[in-house]
């Protein structure tokens, strides 16, 4: 390994959409880490859980789809009843690409069908609050506990280039606020951390297709998965709560590198991106 992780050896924690993709990079660097991981997914929570446990910690497999409520509500409560605590939830969930055609995505809003608003906001942002919902009551009780968000983007006034997609992300970043602003008193953080560009295995697929290869500046998940890990370890976390920033500026803060040993510069939109410069 090209980090030495933080010991989160007594940490309970769910990560939710963790058979793939950024959860399972998050799940994965928690299991470095030595701590309890709930792996949740609709598909392959076992193998992600299995892989988890190989890596130190002790992966547990909760299948979950995380727009029924119900379900949702019966995860944390398996989480109460088996290990009595929860430490740290990664509400990475997001089901706002499904039914996606990304040969359109940079369409204008006009020419976007509306089903894709219902995706990123339903099936997306909706899943983000529904396991905070769910989750916090439990960090009540202890007075204690992190809640990560990974849906946003650090700087706003940058347009997306898809104005559902964008205008989720942006409300993941205010739902960080409220929520931290709600749980600050009950010593409760709420973090956002986001990804960047990564090398998910949908990006890589994606590049595939094109015959291409992702460029150079896109990084693991499990990158992602190691700012989880030392803002989950950090005894000021209290302190970061209702932020949010890219993976590459906590590796900054924390000195960490990714799976191959290389740091990134936070990925950054083109100028003609920039809202300012459309006069708003």
């Known amino acids: ?9 007594d940490t309970v ?15 994965l660097a928690l299991g470095d880490a030595g701590a309890t991981v709930y792996v949740t997914g609709r598909s392959t929570v076992d193998e992600a ?43 990475n969930a997001w089901g706002g690409y499904e039914g996606h055609d990304y040969r359109t995505f940079g369409a204008p809003f006009w ?18 609050l529904t396991t905070a919902r769910f989750a916090v009551p439990l960090m009540l009780e202890q007075r ?10 650090d700087d706003l006034s940058f347009y997306l280039g898809n104005l559902p997609y964008d ?22 953080a709420a973090v956002g951390i986001y990804p960047g560009f990564t090398r998910t295995e949908a990006v890589v697929d994606g590049f595939a297709g094109a015959g291409m290869e992702p460029p150079p500046e896109s990084h693991s998940p499990e990158y992602v998965g190691r700012a989880v890990a030392h803002v989950a370890a950090d005894p000021g976390v209290l302190a970061l709560s209702g932020t949010g920033a890219q993976a590459a500026t906590y590796a900054k803060r924390y000195g960490f590198t990714d799976v191959d040993g290389r740091t990134f510069e936070p990925f950054a939109m083109p100028a003609e991106n920039r809202l300012w410069d459309a006069g708003l």
């Open 144 to 153: 204690s506990g992190v809640l990560v968000l990974t849906g946003g983007w």
């Open 1 to 9: 390994m090209s980090w030495s992780p933080p010991r989160l050896d």
């Open 49 to 91: 859980a299995a892989e988890v446990s190989a890596r130190g910690g002790r992966g547990i497999a909760a299948r979950t789809d995380h727009t029924d409520d119900a379900q949702v509500e019966a995860l944390f409560e398996r989480v109460r009843t088996e290990s009595g605590r929860l430490d740290l939830v990664v509400a």
């Open 13 to 27: 924690a769910v990560v939710t959409g963790a058979s793939r993709g950024v959860g399972k990079g998050i799940a």
């Open 167 to 188: 205008v989720s992300k942006a409300a993941t970043v205010r739902l960080v606020a409220g929520l931290a602003h709600e749980l600050r008193p009950h010593g409760v």
């Open 111 to 128: 020419e976007q069908p509306l089903s894709r608003w219902a995706a990123m906001f339903d099936a997306g942002l909706r899943t983000q």
